[in-house]
Every structure is written in C-alpha cells, then in structure tokens.
C-alpha cells in the first residue's frame, strides 16, 4: 500500500473534520488550477488522486473540466458519496486506474494537489510511472509535495479523536529527477507558501 496505514485510518476517521478544515483555498492552488485548466485547454477527463473532501474537483468542474474523484481513505470516498458525488476508494501503487467510465481511453489529465506527501520514497516514482501510463501524450500532470529533507510523522487532534499523518518531504532537484523518470516532462516546479513556513513544491509536468 502506498500510504502508511495510520495516515489512511486517521483521515478515515476525521474525514468531515479534515475536509472541513481543508475547505479554503489556497492562493497558489486556485493559481496551480487554472494553469491545468489552460494546459488542459478548457475541457478534458482528469483523473484526480487524493480527492479529499471534493474541494479541488468541484473547482476543476466549474471550470469545465470532468473529474473521477477518487482517494485512497473510504472515509472521503464515503463523504463524497454521501454529498451526492461519484467517487473510488483508489491506491494508486496498486489498484486498476482506468476510467470505469471509458475503459478504452487514457485520461486527458492527472491532479495530485497534496496527497502524495503520504507516498513512501521509494514507491514515488512506482506511482508517478503507472499515472504517466493512463494518461495521453501530452496530458497535464499537476502534483504536489513538502518542500524539506527527510521524513516526518505528526499528530493532530484530540485525545479521543486522535490523528497521525506520515509524510515525506522533497528537494527540487530529486522531485524533478523522480517525475522525469517516470515519464513526465518537467515544465516548471513552483515553491508555494501555504500557512506560514509552510512551504509546497507545486510540479507543472506533461505526459512524455
């Protein structure tokens, strides 16, 4: 499995919490969306990994764009569906990707905003290759990981509610290494500010 089991089984747990807590964009992903939605050219099927509490794909759609919402927690897919959205319970290290919806074709596009964070290093470029390989040449590739050196583990929450979240931090140089192997072109990796001192690597790449 690509995510450390105590990450799946803390956002299973506080799903409704995290998305909720999740629900303000941040500037640099509404600027990171439109620049997909160009690359795009305004209409496309995208597969997206790590859907959360749907606040990216419902972006994405206002914009023209059809989304398969899918997240490796049942407890999003569950939300999800419970709001009225399609979505799968996807790992995208070892489950099928074709579209349910057209099984012949590639997706058009792929968006991982901040969900690959929970992807072991070495099952990185594993995950990265298998995306290139449902998607048509030329395809967009939106992903986005912690800027940093190493490892972390944190927790959050209460007590009784409590949350533990593994995550693995990239370098520019190794994230742009690591995307290119697995078939993507690198066109440009932004560093974004989130909360204060929290720093993304937000990658702008295209199916080799």
Do not use: K
């Not at 509404?30 to 990994?49: C, K, M, N, Q, W």
């Not at 349910?100 to 968006?111: K, M």
């Not at 390989?133 to 050196?149: F, N």
């Amino acid at each position: 499995m690509s995510t450390d089991r105590d990450t799946v089984r803390s956002y299973d747990m506080a799903a409704a919490e995290y998305a909720a807590e999740a629900a303000a964009m941040s500037p640099w992903v509404a600027i990171e969306i439109d620049a997909f939605v160009t690359a795009l050219g305004g209409s496309g099927r995208v597969l997206e990994i790590g859907s959360g509490g749907g606040r990216d794909a419902l972006a994405l759609e206002l914009r023209g764009i059809n989304v398969r919402r899918t997240d490796v927690s049942n407890g999003f897919v569950e939300l999800l569906r419970r709001n009225g959205f399609e979505a799968d319970l996807l790992d995208p290290l070892t489950d099928d990707l074709a579209d349910l919806q057209r099984p012949d074709s590639p997706y058009d596009g792929i968006w991982a905003c901040a969900c690959l964070i929970h992807v072991a290093r070495e099952d990185f470029g594993t995950v990265l290759r298998r995306l290139a390989g449902a998607t048509r040449t030329g395809g967009p590739l939106h992903v986005s990981v912690r800027d940093g050196d190493g490892e972390s583990v944190s927790a959050h929450g209460s007590t009784a509610s409590s949350r533990r979240y593994v995550e693995t931090y990239w370098r520019e140089s190794d994230l742009r290494s690591a995307i290119a192997d697995a078939g993507w072109i690198v066109g440009e990796i932004r560093r974004c500010m989130g909360r204060p001192d929290d720093w993304w690597l937000s990658v702008r790449a295209s199916r080799g």
